[in-house]
């Protein structure tokens, strides 16, 4: 039985890497950070995403996992990338309207912030970068969905900026596919894909 | 007698133009958009800053002024450029928060983005272009005034984000600074001093 700690407290995530990580790992049992008591671990103070990118944000939380359990680690940190905004909201994605997590507010404001600019330049991407330490190894890979954003929000599924973008090729927002169609080209999913790939090796 | 029309409404700017601009061009007369109608001339629809940099809404306005006009027409567009945020808020300073013109509002939002980030990654530059267009001539010009933000706002002068922004070198901010020092090391300085020598020659 291999035991890998997912450092996050997000449900979906814990299966989509249960998804993804199961086939190339034997007999795997990945746990979240809702979980350490369960076996018998303390539960440690997360750090604070102070990284410039995504891969270092990754990285630091995988550290800090392996750390603090003894666990191989695994930690994403992704966002979406405006090129008309440099790049940004970036690693700042969730918490681009000044409080963390607030969607709406998200999306109102990186509208607003766009509204002069032409829809020729409203080109995007989603990106994620995945680390993966076990002390051994310190592992990152990168994953991005690119596209572009439209001006009002579309659909019901996904999270975040999901309502306003439009991966490239089709016609409807990450927030109208369903999730399956969403995992086979999403930004985190090649990620984990690739980290599968290498620890199948 | 050379009149030159000053693509703005801001009495702030018209007067700096007028000093720097002073020496080099002979019997210079300086008017801005709010004059047009005193010597004959019909007001026109400014364009929206809709270019991906300073240079390229400079260069909108000052070609938009003299199509109109006839005059020769100087404009600049300027902003802050944040590290941390891969050089936005940019060609967005004076609408971060989704609203133009609030001063508040955007330095409340700056300050809250970078709120994890370390202090000594809080680098930026104030920056600016002025375009030059006179129907033989295009010129742009560029000036900069690195430094770094602070956390709190101080001062009581100038506008924008100069509160929060501490000039390479100094102890106060750009708020704290009086206006004849701002305008000695400021970014529109340098620029204006810029297209004074080129059209001085």
Redesign the interface.
Known sequence: MTTILLASRNAKKLGELRRILGPAVPELEVIGLDDLASIGLAPYEEV???G?SFADNALLKARAGFKHTGLPTVADDSGLTVD?????P?V?SA?????HGDDRANN??L???L????DE?LTAAFRASVAYVDGERELVVDGEMPGSLIREPRGEHGFGYDPLFVPAGRRQTSAELDPAEKDAISHRGQALRLLADLLAR
Chains 1, 2 share one sequence.
Do not use: H
């Open positions: 604070p995403e102070s410039a008309a905004l440099n790049g940004m970036g700042l918490r681009w309207c000044g409080r109102d404001l509208l607003a912030q509204a002069d600019v032409p330049r």
